[in-house]
């Protein structure tokens, strides 16, 4: 084998180990960081669920409220002076 072929040949694989290696790295770094993304929409989306639950409680005791005002001005109403 000629001195220029094995110069292409050790080049070659020099160039596909790089190739590969890179791609390796660039996949194992992108999964990583959609793993991340991951975590932070779960992170995201259990806010979201307890904003929603907190909202529903609010309106339930923003009715309890009424409730609790329309029995004092009815007790105040039986109890005012005539």
Do not use: C
């Not at 932070?40 to 005002?69: A, C, P, S, W």
């Amino acid at each position: 084998m000629s001195e220029e072929a094995l110069v292409a040949l050790l080049s070659l694989i020099g160039t596909l180990a790089g190739s590969f290696g890179g791609i390796i790295t660039s996949n194992r770094l992108t999964a990583y960081r959609i793993e991340q993304l991951e975590k932070r929409v779960e992170k995201h989306n259990g806010l979201v669920e307890r904003t929603y639950q907190l909202e529903e409680d609010m309106q339930v005791e923003k009715e309890k409220i009424k409730v609790i005002n329309n029995r004092i001005r009815d007790l105040e109403e039986l109890h005012k002076p005539r």
